[in-house]
């Protein structure tokens, strides 16, 4: 089973579906990453700041020297953490993700967290845009920006971001973002797109995905894939990561889809863009 393809607005693909690895202990992101490529997995999710970039990167060069993967086929996604925004840490922030990886380019760069306190995102930016130019990542992005900080990094960019990964499940659907996103051919990727789990308890999607004859899980995975939103949940068994990754073929109807719609409650299980960094 392989995921769907989306292109960016670089041109590049990328995977709808993919594998997270916050909170992944790094002795074990290896073993995990090595299960999700044998799953089918594709895009794998990682950050600076999650300490796990080299067992990341050892999985992925193991499997490709395995010949269960060509690199070409890989897409891999690092993070550059708040500590190193500005245009010189920035690139010095890349080169140390490369050298925990251990490999000669990345797919895709975020900027972690806008960070508006500090106000150096436009200036990271600027580094990013480098690093595109330079050949060394095939796409640049975003992560946690709200409107008001794409707005200004559009006003004094080149390079539209290709992917801003913020927060996204049934309770908090982020229309406006995604409206936003779309006016700028910005793709939207789902983090917590289980809210780190919490949803799967909820009575609502619980009735709809008995009706349906599928996991919770899968039904917040369908509903974000139907809505062309790339995810990127973590699981920690061979089991999980495989119920998220085979998700039933047909579309959802637009009944459930309206009835996922009255779910939302613009709630947020992780952090406030407005006031990390
Ligand atoms: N850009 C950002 O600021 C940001 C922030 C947060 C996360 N992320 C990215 O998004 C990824 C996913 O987010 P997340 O890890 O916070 O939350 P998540 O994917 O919404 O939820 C993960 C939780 O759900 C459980 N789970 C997964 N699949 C399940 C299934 N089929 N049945 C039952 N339980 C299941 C996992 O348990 P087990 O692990 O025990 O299996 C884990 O506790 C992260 O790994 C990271 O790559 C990015």
Redesign the pocket.
Known sequence: MTSPLLTLNSGARIPAQGY????VPPQQTRTLVRQALETGYRLI?TAAFYLNEEGVGQAVREAIADGLVNREDLFITS?LWNDQQGYHKALHGFDESMARLGLDYLDLFLI??PAPQQDLYRETYQAFEKLLADGRVRAIGV??FLPEHLERLLQDSSVIPAVN?VEMHPWLQQGPLRAFHAQHGILTQA???????KL?EDPQLLCLAQELQI?V?QLALCWLRDLGVSA??????PE?MK??FELPAEALSPQILARIAQLDRHQRV?SDPRTVG
């Open positions: 997270g690895v916050y909170k999710d993070k972690h967290w992560s946690n990964q983090w917590s797109p289980l809210a780190r789990g799967l996991s899980a990127i949940p973590k699981a920690s068994s999980r119920q998220n992780g």
